[in-house]
T-cell receptor, first 108, second 113 residues
Framework: AQRVTQPEKLLSVFKGAPVELKCNYSYSGSPELFWYVQYSRQRLQLLLRHISRESIKGFTADLNKGETSFHLKKPFAQEEDSAMYYCALRRSNYQLIWGAGTKLIIKP | DAGVTQSPTHLIKTRGQQVTLRCSPKSGHDTVSWYQQALGQGPQFIFQYYEEEERQRGNFPDRFSGHQFPNYSSELNVNALLLGDSALYLC????????????FGPGTRLLVL
């Protein structure tokens, strides 16, 4: 079955600490993976995509096909990183399959 | 550019009723996708419209239908509402069906009593 799993519903870290939001996927084809973010009272927006291998707001994510993972990382958390984070997989027919999301809280 | 807009923002209906939700895509976008997001869950793909036709459909019953107009705006219709249809309905637009980035609207929160 094609599935995206975000095992943590809630992750709370202190400001300045490293952050890792986990995402695992199950997909038989060649996956395209994305991280979307939703800040408080804002709409869902794209954070980054694996294909571009970019760093956005200090976040990076590496696709590990062996472990079927696409974890989101940031070395030093900032308070403005507090938000809801969703991992999504794009199927070959361009449909997005979403994880349930992880709420990240950065404590001062 | 206001980006993707949706109306109404909130809606309360009773079981068995019908509802229509509306979406205007981001300027320049021609493809609209609809998602249902239940509380505590990620979005679930309902369907996608391009060139006024339904191009892709997720695992939703026929009670869920849609339409796309020549100006690329779109409607989501849900008939015979069930309590379980209570959710946030998100509209997203992209440039063509294979557009990598989807731009989301603020959503319509539907409550079915």
């Amino acid at each position: 079955a094609q599935r995206v799993t975000q095992p943590e519903k809630l992750l709370s870290v202190f400001k300045g600490a490293p952050v890792e939001l986990k995402c695992n996927y199950s997909y038989s084809g060649s996956p395209e993976l994305f991280w979307y973010v939703q800040y408080s009272r804002q709409r869902l927006q794209l954070l980054l995509r694996h294909i571009s291998r970019e760093s956005i707001k200090g976040f990076t994510a590496d696709l590990n096909k062996g472990e079927t993972s696409f974890h989101l990382k940031k070395p030093f958390a900032q308070e403005e990183d507090s938000a809801m984070y969703y991992c999504a997989l794009r199927r070959s027919n361009y449909q997005l399959i979403w994880g349930a999301g992880t709420k990240l809280i950065i404590k001062p | 550019d206001a980006g993707v807009t949706q109306s109404p923002t909130h809606l309360i209906k009773t079981r068995g009723q019908q509802v229509t939700l509306r979406c205007s895509p981001k300027s320049g976008h021609d493809t609209v996708s609809w998602y249902q997001q239940a509380l505590g869950q990620g979005p679930q793909f309902i369907f996608q419209y391009y060139e006024e036709e339904e191009r892709q459909r997720g695992n939703f019953p026929d009670r869920f239908s849609g339409h796309q107009f020549p100006n690329y705006s779109s409607e989501l219709n849900v008939n015979a509402l069930l309590l379980g249809d209570s959710a946030l309905y998100l509209c997203a637009s992209s440039l063509h069906v294979d557009g990598e980035t989807q731009y989301f609207g603020p959503g319509t929160r539907l409550l079915v009593l």
